[in-house]
C-alpha cells in the first residue's frame, strides 16, 4: 500500500522540527499495513521499513503523526532494533524502549 497523504504531511511537519529526522524518514519505506497493531519498524537490509496501522493514520491528525513518527525516530537512533538481540526478556526491552524514547 503507498503513502497516505496524511503521512508525508506529518514528514514534513518532522522535517521542520527535526531535519535529520524528516530527511531519514523520506529515505525509509513507510508503509500503510493493516496488520500492524500500531507501528512496526523493520530493518531491510541497508533500509529501514515502519509500517504503520492504515486506522491510526486516517484517524489521527497529522500533529499526532509527527509525534508517533519522532517517537519511532528515537528507536531507530538510539540502536533499540540492534540492541534487543542482546536481552533475553523481550516485553521488558520494549517497554524500557518506550520509556527512553518518551523521553524525548
Known amino acids: ?3 497516505s497523504s496524511n503521512i508525508q504531511k506529518a514528514i514534513i511537519r518532522l522535517q521542520f522540527k527535526d531535519p535529520f529526522s524528516g530527511w ?3 529515505q525509509s519505506n513507510v508503509v ?3 496488520d500492524v497493531k500500531f507501528v512496526k519498524i523493520n530493518i531491510n537490509r541497508t533500509t529501514y521499513e515502519l ?3 492504515e486506522d491510526i493514520v486516517n484517524s489521527s491528525s497529522s500533529d499526532s503523526l509527527k509525534n ?3 517517537h519511532e ?3 531507530i537512533i538510539c540502536n533499540h532494533l540492534i540492541d534487543k538481540r ?3 526478556n523481550k516485553q521488558l526491552y520494549h517497554i524500557a ?3 527512553e524514547a518518551n523521553q524525548y
Open 73 to 75: 525516530m528515537v528507536h
Open 51 to 53: 509500517h504503520i496501522n
Open 24 to 26: 531519514f524518514l523520506t
Open 86 to 88: 542482546n536481552f533475553s
Open 1 to 3: 500500500m503507498s503513502i
Open 32 to 34: 500503510l499495513d493493516k
Open 68 to 70: 508517533l513518527l519522532q
Open 97 to 99: 524502549c518506550d520509556m
